[in-house]
């Protein structure tokens, strides 16, 4: 028990101090830094709480490949680039706040209802995490919902093809391509004038 | 130890077999696609083909499925009602990528992404027909979707971007609906499996205000995927803009699957509580059919007119919906199988008659076209004729029969509103014959000589009149198909 203490005691603050300080960072790649240490301390909060795939799973995922995608993203657009913090919409921000209030407690609520404040296991989660949490969970995954599973990959697998065929850049038809190739240059004249010269796809 | 983790539930892998065909199928094209030096476009509409008759011939081989009625966790419902569903979806993805085939060849752009993504969208139909658990059923409708999305944007037309975006967003926010809806599913019942939350709900175990709730937000799910008023806003704008050879199929199949799905929920999980969700389908079958039909003769484009007419299609099947009985759906199996038949038809003649990709689809070109392509002329009557319901042709049996099942079902009014709309809606489909017959030609617009997809437009021609002279062909198959189990 009192190690639970001292681990919960030493990661909550950590936790909440790095996300207010994310939140006020001017620069993006100092707030995505802070976002990764507040990540790292909610999954040790949810090692504590007995979760351990969960742990692993917000480390991998979270900590690991969706911050190196937001940096990647941040590097793309230039890392100093500033935004500019004038509401564009009047109001917006009273809303923001007001919405957020909202959230708080509708999240309030929903615990004081369902499981409560108390510090017990809910009804059933001993049995729903027989022979352990990881184990429990690889055989909902794998026994009852295998074909979700497999399905999800089919998705993600159009989603990845569906982003390439939207991103990519306008193309010269193959045909006329080649021929241009093969055709002898003449500097003097373009072959088409009007269109505006891209960067030749590459492949 | 090791036994205990490898040891599994049996895992009869039959039932899915047509998606796992398409699933193979689309990955080896993707690749063909993708690393072939040389690409040949024909090359990859083969091998799509050859995909989906495979997928078709498991489909047929699982009539006589003798094995469990649900696989894989009570996830795959193996029927009948899946069977037909299927090799609908599996015909109308066939023509389609003839279609498409000649379009972007015409066209002189090279897409070798629409054929993998078409078998990828018709694996997300198949497998919608079959779903048995409302997890798998919004993973099928995402593939699906998202597919589709892509697919609209495949030509580089600004309208195409644009309809694409919107159907995005509206589909996005249709999708949340529809996960909401589950969740209320499952908050009423504990279980997403559609035979648990039938059996919960036909004991009186479950919690009905969430179960009313998730039959709502469930609804609304589909009815943006169906296209029912007042859903059916992104529907002119997406069909308009999309490449026309993608109009033709998304217009045929994605309601095919749509309503398989929409059918299958309705009917089995939310059964006990079908005098609650009758009156929500008769609203949206009643405000559909007027809808379209009234919109659709202000419209001078004749994709979107179309498109306006598909929106009233959709008000008819759900007449057949609301008999909730097993009539109801046979017809509206029938009337699915009549509709996407003559829409794929009607679009793939809109594809050759306006020439080269899409600068000729206003109403006045088609002015005359029966001088320029009888042909032509004479396959787009018959598919109006059709979608007006005159017969000789399949439209009629097919309005005729969602009447009866109404009717019988004790539904007076929503047959007699759908009688005065398809009256409304027979003087559009009349007026642009009498365009292409008695009007001489205002613009020169050449249509496409090609033989190949005229002969994939004259198949649904075909069918139309086979199935509007002969429906005991197929009105056998349709009765032992439409009986859906819980």
Known sequence: ?203 | MLGQFLSHPPVELGPIGPELVLAGAGVLVLLGGALVRRRQPRALLLASLAGLTGAAVVSVSLWRWRGHATVLGGMVQADRFAVVARLILLGVAALALVLGHHYFERLGEERPEFYPLVLFTTLGMTLITAAADLILVFLALEILSLSLYVLTALSRRLAAVEGSMKYFLLGAFSSAFFLYGVAMAYGATGSTHLSTIARSLAGQTGNQALALAAVALLVIGFGFKVAAVPFHMWTPDVYQGAPTAVTAYMSAATKVAAFAAFLRVLMTSFQPLTWDWTPIVWGLAVATMIVGSVLAIAQTDIKRMLAYSSIAHAGFVLVGVSAATQEGIQSALFYLLAYAATILGAFGVVMLASGRGEEHTSLGSYAGLCRRSPLLAGLMSLFLLSMAGIPPTAGFIAKVNVFRAAVDAGHWGVALVGVLASVVAAFFYIRVMVLMYMQEPLEDVEPDPSIVPRLAVAVPALLTLLFGVFPGLVLGLLERASVLRW
């Open chain 1, 1 to 203: 028990m009192a190690a639970d203490w001292i681990v919960f005691w030493v990661c909550a603050p950590i936790s909440i101090g790095s996300a207010i300080a994310m939140l006020l960072q001017r620069n993006a790649v100092h707030a995505a830094l802070f976002l990764i240490v507040n990540l790292f301390t909610v999954a040790v909060l949810y090692l504590v709480l007995g979760a351990p795939f969960l742990f692993a799973v917000q480390i991998i995922v979270y900590a690991g490949a969706i911050m190196v995608l937001f940096l990647f993203v941040i590097m793309l657009l230039g890392v100093d680039r500033e935004e500019r913090l004038v509401e564009r919409l009047r109001g917006q921000r009273t809303a923001a706040i007001l919405l957020g209030l909202g959230v708080v407690g509708e999240v309030v609520f929903a615990i004081r209802a369902g499981v409560g404040f108390s510090t017990r296991a809910p009804a059933g989660f001993g049995a729903a995490n027989g022979g352990g949490n990881p184990q429990a969970l690889g055989r909902l995954l794998f026994r009852a919902y295998f074909l979700p599973f497999e399905v999800t990959s089919i998705l993600l697998m159009v989603a990845a093809v569906a982003a390439m065929v939207l991103a990519r850049r306008r193309e010269r038809p193959v045909a006329s391509a080649e021929r241009r190739a093969q055709e002898p240059i003449e500097p003097s004249e373009p072959s088409e004038p009007s269109e505006p010269r891209e960067e030749e796809p590459v492949g």
